[in-house]
């Protein structure tokens, strides 16, 4: 199993993209002057749902 993917095929990729994304969260909410952490928790949090939102979609069929 490599260590990276999880056997999932997306784990240090979706690491790296919620880590982005939180930080993206963080600077627009330090700009209005909005809670950041907050904010940067549920920009990291957003990708993860994401995920599994698309791991739960049923497979495309070939036709």
Known sequence: MDPFALGAGFGFGA???GI???VICN???REKDRS???W???GFLTT???LIVL???PRKTAA
């Open 15 to 17: 690491l790296l993209v």
């Open 20 to 22: 982005i994304f939180a």
């Open 27 to 29: 600077t627009l909410a």
């Open 36 to 38: 950041a952490g907050w």
């Open 40 to 42: 940067a928790l549920w």
């Open 48 to 50: 993860f749902i994401a």
């Open 55 to 57: 791991v739960l979609l």
